[in-house]
Structure formats: structure tokens, C-alpha cells
């Protein structure tokens, strides 16, 4: 694998783990904390999160050669996990447990990315 291709690879990487990052705090608030801001503070992180995705998405696009599935399934579990998310924002729902399993669904594409890097850096 050429020097240009692993850091392409190396920095989408990091854009997934910064969205993921992000999102997975705006989720844990959302879920866990029992105060009356929680849903502000929420839909912070969720827009940090967002512009990362919006970054990973454009630089994915862009180059070509890193399409695959692992990563358009990150992308679309991501779509799902913020629309799920803004509904218990904009609902102030008090028992999110959808947010809860499509957040463990999230965390296993993120998981399938990690292998994949895994392997990638092995292959050399």
C-alpha cells in the first residue's frame, strides 16, 4: 500500500472517530444525565458531531480509492442514529431506549471500521 493511500485511510479514520466521539457523548447525555439542560447540551455535541460527519462524508467522497462497504455502512447508521436522536431532542423524550439500540448499532460500524484498519495496516 503506497504512503498516499495510508494517510488518505489514516485521516478518515480519524474523522470517524472524532463523529463517533462526539455523537456517542450527545447520546450518553441524552440518555443517562437526569438534569433539565441535558437536551442543550445534547444537541451541542450533536452539531460538533455533524460537521465532522459532514467532513468525513466530503473527504470519502472525494477520494475514490476508500470506498467500502464498511464505510458507506458507517455513514448510513450514522443518518439514522442523529434522526433518532433529534427525535428524543425535540421530544425531550424521558425513555429513549430506540436511541439506545440504534447507538449499540452505531458502535458496531464503528467497530467493522476499526477491523478493516486493522487489516489494512497488516497488509502493507
Sequence with gaps: MNNGLKFKIFELHCLVQKTYSDIKIACDIAIYQENTSKYLISLGFLNKSY???IEAKRFYRENEELISVEFDN???????LENEL???ISTEDKNPSLLHSRLDQFQQ??????DLIKVLQNAR
Design 51 to 53: 460537521m465532522t460527519y
Design 74 to 80: 458507517f455513514f448510513s447508521m450514522y443518518d439514522k
Design 86 to 88: 433529534k427525535q428524543v
Design 109 to 114: 460500524k464503528v467497530e467493522n471500521i476499526n
